[in-house]
């Protein structure tokens, strides 16, 4: 279930980045704070060089990376003059993918021309989207969340839905990360494995018995009690 801002028992800190100037975000960064739950901590990102910066996961429960297209052009991984190609796995690495969210900032907002529909709008958003998530895949493949949107400067220019997706993203940033529990299972059946295949068929039976308490262990029976109901 997901936990309700009153639910928290402490706010979530979520580190808000960007190789641009601060000024380029200052509004997004005030619109976050003033959620109640959330405790934001700007981070600047190196212009250049950006795959030799290490960025911390130490105190904070997720990441925001904020990308301007006028900044550094639209290229993010897997496209020439990509700027991420290294920075985002290691970052997912640190993280969790279920703690990294990427907004690519600056586009002109509302998209189509001036006057046009709502409804032409998001025609114009779904296709850079599509064209985003099909052309710089590992962007997707690092995040939780991927985004477009328009100004976050002076105003945040955002459409209704996405700001509730990044809601939820900021809420659940404090779920412990799925990709935790699949390495702790991956690491139990190893070793599970390991102790079938390698070590139980040469113990005498006598002696396996001082074994037993282990297969009983509670955290042993937590963990895969956990298993069990994601499964089912």
Known sequence: MMETPSSMARPVTIGICTSALRSNIEAFITKVSILTYVTVRFIKLPYNDLDSFRLSSAGLDGVIICHSINNRRFAMTDV????????????????????????????????????????????IKDTHMDSFRSKQFTTFECSK?????????RQVDMDEEDWKQLEDFLLQ????????????????????????????PYIPQAVR???????????????????????S
Request: aromatic share 10%.
């Open 173 to 200: 940033c404090r779920v412990k990360p799925e990709w935790a529990w699949n390495i702790i299972y991956s690491i139990l059946d190893t070793i599970e494995r390991l102790i079938m295949t390698y070590i139980k």
């Open 209 to 231: 018995s001082v074994f037993a308490p282990v297969e009983d262990d509670s955290l042993l029976r937590l963990l895969r009690d956990h298993k069990k109901l994601k499964e």
């Open 80 to 123: 020439m003059d990509s700027l991420y190609d290294k920075f985002l796995p290691r970052v997912r690495r640190n993280f969790g993918k279920d703690s990294v969210c990427v907004i690519a900032h600056d586009f002109q907002w509302p998209m189509g021309p001036a006057g046009s529909s709502h409804e032409n709008h998001i025609r």
């Open 145 to 153: 969340l991927a985004m477009i949107c328009g100004r976050l400067d």
